[in-house]
């Protein structure tokens, strides 16, 4: 239809009755005509851009011609413009000059050049309106909010207040982007920085991540600082350093944090108490501090002396002087440090001796940030331009190594702070002052999707102050004039450092748990009493209270027959039949006297003989068996022991091991190796286990077996001593602190790898083994390889992996004869959620786990993937629960409740 109605068309005109001649129509377009739009659409498609670089936006009969001006091409807007005009020349179409206008636009840096001159006579302006937007040659949104609200859809204060405020900014998916790998940086968060009390305005003067925990470090212009936790930026502690001068720099350490200020240095401790103050002298504008390598802390400013301070004595120890003072940077390589002059160049000091080795030039005017890595050092600064300094918008190179300039690396904009990211080689972050940031690679060799010029969301009349980039190169953060800290990173969840120790935070208040009402197994010890000056509920009145004090410690008569008196003051040794601060057992019905005690016969009979109104329930009391008197013996085991299985010696403290010597000697067939053992080493465990076992077989049920020689070969190992397995029988509080879990389960591990290596020594050395069920029918030969039988019974091969990140990989084969268990690690908000004991094991013995660990390739410490896999699962599987931490045991207890029952 259209083809017919533009091949051959003819018009005329019927006017009061008359009808003119027809005439040839050779205008593609007719106005008041139907299809007349959609033709014009179809027919000015055709215009399209000469280069590609520009772009042409058509609506309706409105068109938008975007041109790009690089600073290092030629300007080609005006042959832009000429080729419009010819396309509608050639097509007989007219521009309306009238309605053309132009708004040169630039990047929002400072810059003194002048706007380029008019295209062929169109008038330019500041600001135009497009469509429905009103577009400005700064790209603010004010002069389109004011439109906007001149309409009367808000009050403008209420607008300029929201645009210049600093609330939480969420950026426009459109412009900005998702946080992820493809896209890049994006702002995540924004916060206004705490400024203390009294203050109305302050600017970030200084920001520091954290190395060792999760936190961001915030000083600004009145001399306070802030930290932040975590990428919500949550305020971790605040606290005012001084109250006349800014905060110059902030470095955090594990355990406190440096504060630098104009005239005097502060460590303090992360929550805010001071530690230590440093004042000197010569400390009269200091810039930047630097922690070297050799754990002192370097102090530099605008003077030509640096201070070392050693930390930990807070004192200066060395003063070295510098050819020029005027220090803004500083920074340190293996065997030397960079300062930056505030003239333009860096200079270098030798680590050891102090000494002057190069200078590096690389800007005329001014020096403003500089960053190192590897052999690369990286600046940016100001050119002398006839006395007027201009940013250069390109980044100094210097190859430290060969000590030579390299090729500076050019940016579209004047950059103002560089710094290389740690996780990338040769990328480096760059950012202006007015809130225009890169990454980029220096090399040139590619480019990352993520290397886009990103723009920060300033307020008006604001520029960028200071930045740090996290340890990770996940985070960065930028503080402003006007006291607004902005987080930007790549991940919707970015940490700061990739491994970081736990933060202290104040315990939480309040009741955290439930008591079911029917539940009769829980004490309500448990709730913490509240503090407070109100009276109780639970408390009694005063008039049906009566205050008695608890009765003083009786003093033993021994003590007193030998007690010498010197003025009026007595003096006497420790019988020691008590432990400190032992109370006697006072029974109500006095049947229990002060003096006996439960070590003896009489207490024994005294304790049997109460009834249920004593103090200690019978059930807890502890019993104390005479292992020297038959009589009683018998009659005590045919008491308290009638299961039928053999008793083992108790009475010393290193008898925790006895449940697990008894548990190795059900195991029938590492019965028989041990026994089968014979060796002439002394205070060898293996042969002192099959002895022990030889005795529990041989010993009637009625009589106690002896661990007397196990015990001395056991105490008589360097190795058990140095884990501290062996306790001291002298020591009184070494019972109440061991913790008897951890204790049995390191011996556990320690008696299975000892008892291997002496079965292990004695088949190397070719000894024979001797056999006690030769007599029985077995055979000898089947115990002349110990160590081999031993593998097979209780030794599981295990492959562990551990792969570095630069693709290395390291295969080992071992031998494992404990596995200890590992726990799935559960929030506090996470439901409880039921696993299979199986599933446990299989999760423990195949584990994996990331650790720094040395990599022969890279030649230095690499954050490395170990991968444990079984292969071989033993006859006999030794299992450490490891219930160290409440963790484990908050685990356990969830699991009984799924299995019916109720542990408290």
């Known amino acids: 239809m259209y083809v017919e109605f533009l091949e051959i068309r ?20 007719l106005q008041s005509t139907g299809c007349g739009p959609r033709l014009f659409a179809i027919f000015v498609d055709y215009l399209q851009p000469s280069n590609r670089d520009n772009s042409i936006v058509k609506y309706a009969d409105d068109g938008t011609l975007m041109i790009p001006v690089y600073w290092n091409q030629r300007d080609k807007s005006e042959e832009e413009v000429e080729h419009v005009f010819k396309w509608c020349s050639d097509n007989h179409m007219n521009l309306n000059l009238s309605k053309t206008l132009e708004v040169p636009c630039s990047l929002p840096v400072r810059s003194t050049q002048s706007p380029p001159p008019p295209i062929m006579g169109i008038a330019q302006v500041e600001s135009a309106r497009l469509l429905c937007y009103h577009f400005s040659n700064h790209q603010k949104p004010h002069l389109h909010v004011k439109s906007v609200v001149s309409e009367g859809v808000v009050s403008y204060t209420t607008a300029h207040e929201f645009l210049m405020s600093a609330v939480p900014f969420i950026p426009d998916q459109s412009f900005v982007g998702t946080p992820n790998d493809q896209v890049g940086f994006c702002e995540l968060n ?42 919500n930026l949550e305020k971790y502690s605040s606290f005012q350093v001084t109250l006349t001068n800014d905060i110059r720099d902030i470095l955090a350490l594990q355990n406190c944090v440096l504060i630098l200020t104009n005239n005097y240095l502060r460590c303090s401790q992360k929550g805010g108490l001071s530690i230590f103050h440093l004042r000197d002298p010569e400390m009269i504008d200091m810039q930047v501090m630097l922690l070297t390598l050799r754990e002192t802390l370097m102090i530099a400013g605008h003077q030509k002396t640096i201070l070392e301070v050693d930390i930990a004595s807070n004192r200066i120890i060395n003063r070295v002087m510098v050819e020029n003072g005027n220090i803004v940077r500083i920074k340190q390589s293996d065997s030397l440090i960079f300062l930056g002059h505030s003239e333009g160049y860096v200079s270098s000091l030798d680590i050891n001796r102090m000494q002057p080795v190069f200078k590096v030039e690389n800007h ?45 690396c050019n940016l579209m904009f004047d950059a103002s702070f560089a710094c290389f990211c740690t996780d990338y080689r040769n990328r480096a972050t760059v950012l202006s002052s007015t809130g225009q940031m890169q990454i980029i690679d220096i090399t040139g060799l590619t480019i990352p999707p993520s290397m886009v010029i990103h723009q920060l969301n300033l307020a008006e009349d604001t520029f960028v102050v200071c930045y740090d980039l996290s340890s990770s190169s996940r985070a960065l953060a930028v503080g402003d004039s006007a006291g607004i800290i902005h987080l930007w990173s790549d991940s919707t969840q970015p940490i700061f450092n990739e491994y970081s120790q736990s933060t202290e935070f104040a315990p939480p208040l309040g009741c955290d748990f439930h008591i079911s009402y029917d539940d009769v197994m829980t004490p309500y010890s448990i709730i913490k009493m509240p503090h407070t000056d109100e009276v109780l509920a639970s408390e009694w009145p005063p008039e049906l209270t009566v205050e008695k004090h608890w009765p003083p410690v009786s003093i033993p008569p021994e003590f007193l027959e030998n007690i010498v008196y010197q003025d009026f003051i007595g003096y006497g040794p420790n019988p020691g039949t008590r432990l400190r601060n032992q109370m006697l057992y006072d029974l109500k019905d006095n049947s229990f006297q002060e003096g006996t005690t439960c070590n003896s016969p009489e207490g024994q009979s005294a304790l049997d003989s109460s009834t249920e109104n004593d103090i200690v329930p019978e059930l807890y009391r502890k019993v104390e068996l005479n292992s020297f008197d038959v009589e009683e013996e018998d009659l005590e085991l045919e008491k308290y022991n009638n299961t039928g299985l053999q008793s083992v010696f108790h009475r010393s403290l290193n008898s925790y091991c006895n449940s697990l010597l008894q548990v190795l000697y059900y195991i029938t067939p590492l019965q028989k190796i041990l026994r089968s053992h014979l060796c002439k080493r002394d205070f060898c465990m293996a042969c002192e286990l099959g002895f022990l076992f030889y005795i529990i077989e041989h010993s009637p049920n009625t009589e106690i077996c002896l661990t007397s020689n196990f015990l001395r070969a056991f105490k008589a190992i360097p ?6 397995l062996v306790l001291n029988e002298h020591d009184e509080f070494l019972p109440n602190t061991a913790s008897l879990a951890r204790l049995i389960q390191n011996f556990n591990r320690f008696i299975l790898q000892q008892v291997f290596q002496d079965v292990l020594r004695n088949d190397e050395k070719g000894q024979s083994h001797h056999s006690s069920y030769s007599a029985k029918g077995d055979s000898t030969d089947c115990f002349k390889n110990g160590s081999a039988l031993l593998t097979n019974l209780i030794g599981a091969t295990i492959i562990q992996k551990s792969i570095c990140k630069c693709g290395n990989s390291i295969r080992r084969e071992l031998t494992s004869f404990t596995h200890p268990l590992t726990y799935p ?4 908000n996470d439901k409880p959620v039921r696993y299979a004991f ?52 908050t685990f356990w207890k969830a699991q009984q409740k799924f299995s019916g029952m109720n542990i408290t």
């Open 10 to 29: 003819q018009q005329w005109v019927y006017f009061k009755g008359d009808l003119t001649e027809n005439i040839h129509v050779n205008r593609v377009i």
């Open 190 to 231: 924004t916060v206004i920085a705490d400024i203390g009390s009294g203050r109305t305005h302050a600017s970030v003067t200084c920001m520091h991540f954290d190395e060792h925990e999760e936190l961001l470090w915030m000083g600004n212009s009145v001399g306070h600082v802030t930290s932040y936790y975590s990428f």
């Open 364 to 408: 005329t005017g001014a020096l403003c940030d500089l960053s190192l890595q590897d052999s690369t050092l990286i600046t940016t600064g100001f050119s002398n331009n006839q006395g007027t300094l201009i940013a250069d918008s390109f980044l100094g190179m210097y190859d430290i190594r060969k000590q030579r300039k390299m090729p500076p």
């Open 719 to 724: 190795e058990a001593t140095a884990l501290g």
């Open 825 to 828: 690690e559960l929030l506090s």
């Open 838 to 889: 199986g599933e446990i094991v299989s999760q423990s013995v195949n584990a994996s786990q990331v650790t720094q660990a040395w990599c022969s390739k890279c030649q230095r410490y690499q954050p490395t993937t170990q991968i444990r896999q079984m292969t071989r699962l033993p006859k006999v599987l030794f299992i450490n629960c490891q219930l160290d931490h409440e963790a484990d045991v």
